[in-house]
């Protein structure tokens, strides 16, 4: 279609083809194309001029039309994929919310104060709804979900680790296994469904049914409580990196068996992430990194 406007317009082969830089034949081999795809002639062809038939002069005002709605949508979609890339849009599970991700969203808003920032904190299953309905671009959590919806990539491997105060016993040991939990008093996390049956099912074959000490429904709790020695939390290790009380806690490893517990993203089945989006969560496994 450009190929015909621009013959239309210059009315000679040759002028044609070197405002579309390409050679006359091609030019040529173009036109007689969309003549056999319309089923009319467009031309009558002169060795210096094309003439436009009626048919053309016709064709010339509808495809006209049809190239600037083409622009417009190039426009559109260029503005789109701009905008895409000056918004970061994710949920998040509160533990991180309220501990590292602020410092990484708060370098991103120094180094790039164009970018628009939409977060929300919520429990999993929100974060994922969030995701499936296109709120947002992808949830940082911790557990996986349907393979058939949502696509999950670790952005830090980690293991389930048994929190303590930096003063405890299991603090000094170099190497701690479930049965060294089994007279300890541990602290629940009760929305934490699925990290209590893997602690339930690992204390059970160390010789020991799970009946936690207290039932908290916040991990900032539960760390607090440990970092008052009432008691020790299991969870995956990058969980107290930026906490408050992290310069009384430490996080050991949890063997026999080892059980990972990785920090995912989240994201829509084929979706790729934009550029912002990449580079946030760049940052934030690299301060994770940093804290260790």
């Known amino acids: 279609m450009r190929a015909f406007v621009t013959a239309y317009r210059l009315r000679n082969l040759t002028h044609a083809a070197d405002a579309m830089s390409m050679t ?15 089923g009319i002639r467009l031309f009558e062809r002169t060795p210096r001029v094309l003439r436009p038939t009626k048919a053309a002069e016709k064709a010339f005002v509808q495809v006209e039309a049809i190239l600037e709605k083409v622009n417009a949508l190039g426009a559109d979609m260029l ?12 949920s998040c599970a509160p533990a991180l919310a309220s501990s590292v991700v602020p410092t990484v969203l708060a370098k991103m808003r120094r180094d790039s104060p164009e970018v628009q920032i939409v977060m929300y904190d919520a429990g999993d299953a929100s974060l994922i709804e969030r995701v499936l309905d296109e709120e947002v671009e992808f949830s940082l959590g911790f557990f996986e979900h349907e393979p058939e919806a949502v696509s999950s990539v670790p952005l830090v491997m980690d293991h389930l680790s048994v929190v303590c105060r930096a003063d405890s016993a299991l603090a000094t040991q170099d190497r701690v296994v479930w049965e060294d939990l089994v007279s300890e008093p541990i602290i629940n996390l009760s929305k934490g469904v699925k990290v209590h049956h893997l602690i339930s099912d690992a204390l059970s074959s160390a010789g020991r049914a799970y009946r936690p000490a207290y039932e908290i429904s916040f991990i900032h709790t539960a760390l607090a409580l440990a970092a008052q020695g009432m008691g020790l939390v ?26 990972e517990r990785s920090l995912l993203v989240h994201t829509r089945q084929g979706h790729t992430l934009s550029a912002v989006a990449m580079e946030f969560l760049e940052l934030l496994k690299d301060h994770l990194a940093s804290l260790d």
């Open 234 to 259: 299991v969870l995956p290790g990058y969980l107290i990196k930026g906490n408050p009380h992290v310069g009384t806690l430490v996080a050991k490893k949890l063997h026999e068996p080892v059980i």
């Open 24 to 38: 006359q034949s091609a030019m040529s081999a173009m036109i007689r194309q969309f003549e056999e795809s319309l």
């Open 79 to 90: 503005d789109l994929a701009e905008t895409r890339d000056r918004v970061l849009s994710f």
